[in-house]
């Protein structure tokens, strides 16, 4: 196994806390009660179902110097019910994955940027590690309005969370800041060694209640697919479907593609 760090190791901790401060009794087949204090699963419950001792299991949400095997994590994950992608990332986490904190966001191909611009009229961009935006075209720079001229350095958290242009794009702005805010979350799990993560961790929760509120709660998002609601400058509402792929060779960039129905 390999080493882990302290930050990463508080970092296990955090999640481990809040995926079971997060899950009911009755998700995992145990039975509520009307007196508990909480809605989650007790540590001594957890320890109990993964077969691990109360104690070991406390050091570990507590970030101390234990070092949880392969087996060991497989048993949490169990207990806890987690799904693949959450699964995933505690092993990444917990230094039983590859986990590579020293990559910078790379200059974007001009082919891939030229890409973008032939999918006009569909909107398209790409997004850094961080989500900067690293190129974009026309359509798009019309739908997401002041995405690209809100901040110096473009960059689409930022703009779903403070840019007010947002709220009114996005209809269903709670459902969209949400699964934005957990792959954030999850990517900067991961790169612990990332300062800009921290800058933009700090900045978000600084600017909005809402991520300040939603950041503990450490969702674990991953890129996808689906349809998204969007209000035109007119008013009138659209639904895009929208898939988002993985630029090759370049770890971090992100091209999403969307259509309209």
């Known amino acids: 196994m390999s080493d882990v760090s302290e930050q990463q190791r508080r970092e296990l901790g955090a999640f481990l806390r809040a995926r079971r401060e997060r899950t009911p009794p009755e998700d995992v087949g145990m039975s509520g009660s009307p007196r508990r204090r909480t809605p989650g699963l007790r540590r001594e419950e957890l320890a109990m179902r993964a077969g691990i001792s109360p104690t070991w299991y ?15 994590l497989d048993a949490i994950a169990r207990a806890l019910g987690l799904r693949d992608a959450e699964q995933a990332h505690l092993f990444a986490i917990a230094g039983h994955a590859p986990v590579d904190d020293t990559r910078a966001d790379r ?30 075209n026309s359509a798009a720079a019309e739908l997401f309005r002041g995405a690209l001229t809100d901040h110096e350095h473009p960059n689409l958290v930022r703009w779903v969370f403070l840019s007010p242009d947002a709220r009114d794009v996005l209809p269903d702005w709670t459902d969209v800041a949400q699964s934005l805010l957990a792959r954030v979350r999850t990517r900067a799990g991961r790169q612990l060694a ?11 929760r600084s600017a909005s209640p809402e991520a300040d509120q939603w950041w503990p709660r450490y969702d674990i998002g991953t890129e996808g697919a689906g349809i998204k609601r969007v209000r035109l400058v007119d008013g009138e509402e659209q639904r895009l479907a929208f898939t988002s792929f993985d630029v090759a060779e370049h770890p971090g960039q992100t091209m999403t593609v969307y259509r309209r129905l």
């Open 194 to 204: 990332r300062a800009s993560f921290a800058e933009l961790e700090a900045e978000l």
């Open 58 to 72: 406390t050091f570990l949400e507590q970030g101390r110097d234990v070092r949880p095997s392969h087996q060991v």
């Open 107 to 136: 200059p974007l191909d001009p082919e891939v940027a030229r890409i973008v611009d032939h999918l006009d009229p569909d909107p398209a961009y790409v997004t850094g590690e961080t989500f900067d935006l690293l190129a974009w």
